[in-house]
């Protein structure tokens, strides 16, 4: 079964630190990966996508990576202030291995909390 | 979120009725997706759209139907309401499957 896991499911850091969110996914070829921030009771909001020709993507303080020889994504955060805490969900674009339609697989999220 | 827009944004419905949910966009994309989300579940497709009047199954289709007359709008039917399809609804759009997802504030629907 495809899957796209994110650890840590929750995280609470001090305002100013950097921080890192992971996101790794199985077994399929992979197309190109999207980072979302959701705020309670919102909806979702595209920060960065990566495209499978790419390697990262930055914009301002957010910095994505992708490497699919090890299934992998993470999303840096520099000087993280309060008004970043959100669920970040990370979401794949995949190929199954066995055939069929591409779709999209979405991570649970990473809840981060940041202390002024 | 600007050019997707969903309705109504809060829904309260009893067992066993019929209730559709809309979503339009003005971005002219052809890909158009509805999606439900759940505590422990994450974000789950139920149907897509490829284009007017061609759609298709997601993971949990099961209950809900779709339809697409026109590009702009993509509704979802939950046929007979149950308890178990309370739950937060979110439409997304995208130019093509391999694009970025762009998607709605949501529709918190209530099945009492």
């Known amino acids: 079964k495809q899957e796209v896991t994110q650890i840590p499911a929750a995280l609470s850091v001090p305002e100013g630190e950097n921080l890192v969110l992971n996101c790794s996914f199985t077994?399929?070829?992979?197309?190109?990966l999207q980072w979302f921030r959701q705020d309670p009771g919102k909806g979702l909001t595209s920060l960065l996508l990566?495209?499978?020709?790419?390697r990262e993507q930055t914009s301002g303080r957010l910095n994505a990576s992708l490497d699919k020889s090890s299934g992998r994504s993470t999303l840096y955060i520099a000087a993280s202030q309060p008004g970043d805490s959100a669920t970040y969900l990370c979401?794949?674009?995949?190929?199954?291995?066995?055939?069929?339609?591409?779709?999209?697989?979405f991570g649970k999220g990473t809840k981060l909390t940041v202390n002024p | 979120d600007a050019g997707i827009t969903q309705s109504p944004r809060h829904k309260v419905t009893e067992t066993g009725t019929p209730v559709t949910l809309r979503c339009h966009q003005t971005?002219?994309?052809?890909?158009m997706y509805w999606y439900r989300q759940d505590p422990g579940h994450g974000l789950r497709l139920i149907h897509y759209?490829?284009?007017?009047?061609?759609?298709d199954k997601g993971e949990v289709s099961d209950g809900y139907s779709v339809s697409r007359s026109k590009t702009e709008d993509f509704l979802l039917t939950l046929e007979s309401a149950t308890s178990s399809q309370t739950s937060v609804y979110f439409c997304?759009?995208?130019?093509?499957?391999?694009?970025?997802?762009?998607f709605g504030s949501g529709t918190r629907l209530t099945v009492v």
């Open positions: 997304a759009i995208s130019v093509g499957q391999e694009d970025g997802y762009t």
């Open positions: 077994d399929s070829a992979i197309y190109n």
């Open positions: 990566i495209q499978s020709s790419q």
């Open positions: 979401a794949a674009f995949l190929l199954p291995p066995q055939g069929g339609s591409e779709k999209l697989v």
């Open positions: 759209s490829y284009g007017v009047k061609d759609t």
């Open positions: 971005e002219n994309h052809r890909y």
